[in-house]
């Protein structure tokens, strides 16, 4: 079965709204777009049921602010939020219950990228539009959704596993990996990406499995780690928040991270970003959580049936200390 992901276009860096105007990819006919609730004059709010992954992580509280911030009543919408604590089936009962409820729009970040079939049939079959923000889903379905918003995992973990090669291929450095939760895609994509940069380097994984995307799972893994091997150069931590879980492994056996053993991450939330001016992280590939203000407009376009982008790649940054030091006092999250 064929992932149903999209190519990177140089449309990344851009807004949605001006993808907005470039897009031709919705199959909603056009509409006057006065009665949407909108905000733009319009009396009805949209409604929109948002079933989100869960709160696992530094970044995930982020996403979750800046999606509650721009999908407010005096933006034009009345919005269901639901938690889904980690677990697929939370995810599809939420859905199953917004198609019940006749919502507007239903938008999901999947936990995981397979199982979801089913769900986009009901409710493709309700005539209710999906939107994806930050997960992709692998689908046999259709147009099972109209736009999908987020970042490239695999160009995130490409960028990891470069700047590993850059600054330590040829001290043949021993890896261990800290995966994300089993079968999502910033897991399965990050792990590809640092695979495919790091492979021809001296660099090899010697161990790699799940913290879950968890504080406490990564401590938990990286105490396994250190067990079990006694010559870890490097951790590549699929993001911040497991990665200060092994820095707090790595100081309780007695090392200092960032120098005795390297870690990389991803994510860039405010702890991550302090662990790097710390000296404790070495490099950081920013995830951006702020999805809220695009994910507005995508609903309004949509239920406007104007044309949305099916695919809307988000502009990250990458840091080393010194740049975490610079944009510190700035960081919004
Ligand atoms: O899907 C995005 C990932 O999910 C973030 O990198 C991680 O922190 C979160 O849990």
Avoid at 32 to 59: H, K, R, Y
Avoid at 134 to 150: K, L, M, P, Q
Avoid at 185 to 199: K, L, S, V
Avoid at 238 to 254: F, K, R, S, Y
Wanted: negative net charge; proline residues 3%.
């Amino acid at each position: 079965m064929a992932r149903h992901t999209f190519a990177r276009t140089a449309l990344a860096a851009l807004s949605a709204a001006t993808l907005f105007a470039l897009g031709a990819c919705s199959s909603e006919p056009p509409s006057s777009g006065d009665d949407t609730g909108s905000g733009d004059g319009g009396d009805e709010l949209i409604s929109v049921g948002f079933s989100q992954v869960g709160a696992e992580s530094g970044w995930r509280s982020a996403n979750t602010m800046s999606i509650k911030d721009a999908l407010t009543e005096e933006n034009g919408f009345e919005l269901s939020f639901s938690d889904a604590q980690q677990k697929q089936e939370n995810q599809i009962s939420a859905i199953r219950n917004y198609i019940a409820q006749g919502v507007d729009v239903i938008a999901f970040s999947p936990v995981v990228e397979t199982g979801w079939d089913p769900v986009l049939e009901e409710a493709k079959a309700a005539g209710i539009p999906v939107v994806l923000t930050d997960r992709a889903v692998e689908t046999t379905i259709e147009d099972a959704y109209v736009s999908f918003i987020g970042s490239d995992f695999v160009e995130e973990g490409r960028r990891s596993g470069e700047w590993a090669v850059e600054q330590y291929d040829g001290e043949g450095y021993k890896v261990v990996e800290l995966q994300g939760t089993t079968g999502s895609a910033p897991a399965i994509d990050r792990q590809q990406g640092f695979a495919d940069a790091i492979a021809g380097s001296d660099l090899e994984i010697i161990d790699s499995q799940t913290g879950d995307f968890t504080r406490d799972g990564g401590k938990k893994v990286m105490e396994g780690f250190l067990t079990a091997h006694d010559d870890i150069d490097l951790v590549f931590a699929h993001n911040d928040d497991m990665g200060l879980g092994a820095v707090e492994a790595i100081e309780a056996a007695g090392m200092k991270p960032g120098e005795d053993i390297k870690i990389i991450t991803i994510d860039g939330v405010k702890d991550g970003m302090q662990a790097l001016a710390d000296g404790k992280f070495n490099y950081i590939v920013e995830c951006n959580p702020l999805l809220g203000p695009d994910l507005a407009e995508i609903i309004k376009a949509t239920v406007a049936g104007e044309p949305v982008e099916e695919r809307i790649v988000t502009h990250d940054e990458a840091f080393d200390q010194e740049a975490a030091k610079e944009a510190l006092p700035d960081r919004q999250y």
